[in-house]
């Protein structure tokens, strides 16, 4: 499901069955190649009981760097992947500002630095746009009552 074409990869979503009846389905990143080979897990994380998992949404032009949205009941927010080691990074922590919702990333800037997303609106109206660095830090805000930003290629 979702699949994110990148430089050297296309990313997707692909559902883990539970065992249990009752549970909810994970979802985890893969990757294979254009030519359909090479097929392989990139994301492996423990995720609790309430939880769907990873959505991919965007690539650095290098390839290095997968932005995805973790999502689960009630939470939400931008992830950073590393497509070498499928290491996992949260990228902005919910503030109070924001009822405790934090920024759902909707791209990624060519350089892969930069992480544009979509933050709730503190007054309860729309959302705002804003930008943050891919490590992590307070978003910068760009637009309010805004919604469904993009990167100009």
Same mark, same amino acid.
């Given at each position: 499901?979702? =699949?994110?074409?990148?430089?050297?990869?296309?990313?997707?979503?692909?559902? #883990?069955?539970?065992?249990?009846?009752?549970?909810?389905?994970?979802? !985890?990143?893969?990757?294979?190649?254009?030519?359909?080979?090479?097929?392989r897990r990139l994301t492996r994380a423990?995720?609790?009981?309430?939880?769907?998992?990873?959505?991919?949404?965007?690539?650095? *032009?290098?390839? $290095?760097?997968?932005? *995805?949205a973790f999502h689960g009941l009630g939470?939400?927010? *931008?992830?950073?992947?590393?497509?070498?080691?499928?290491?996992? $990074?949260?990228?902005?922590?919910?503030?109070?500002?924001?009822?405790?919702?934090?920024?759902?990333?909707?791209?990624?800037?060519? !350089?892969?630095?930069?992480?544009?997303?979509?933050?709730?609106?503190?007054?309860?109206?729309?959302?705002?746009?804003?930008?943050? =660095?891919?490590?992590?830090?307070?978003?910068?805000?760009?637009? #309010? !009552?805004?919604?469904? =930003?993009?990167?100009? #290629?």
């Amino acid at each position: 499901m979702w =699949p994110v074409w990148g430089p050297r990869w296309i990313a997707f979503v692909r559902e #883990r069955r539970c065992s249990t009846h009752g549970c909810i389905p994970k979802d !985890d990143v893969y990757l294979v190649k254009p030519s359909g080979s090479g097929m392989r897990r990139l994301t492996r994380a423990a995720i609790g009981a309430r939880m769907f998992g990873f959505v991919p949404t965007g690539w650095s *032009a290098n390839g $290095h760097r997968l932005l *995805a949205a973790f999502h689960g009941l009630g939470v939400g927010y *931008a992830v950073a992947i590393d497509a070498g080691t499928g290491a996992v $990074h949260r990228i902005e922590q919910a503030s109070r500002a924001t009822g405790g919702r934090s920024v759902d990333g909707v791209a990624i800037s060519r !350089d892969g630095t930069t992480i544009l997303g979509v933050q709730p609106n503190p007054a309860g109206t729309e959302a705002n746009v804003v930008a943050l =660095p891919w490590h992590g830090g307070r978003p910068r805000l760009l637009a #309010r !009552d805004a919604q469904t =930003p993009s990167w100009s #290629r």
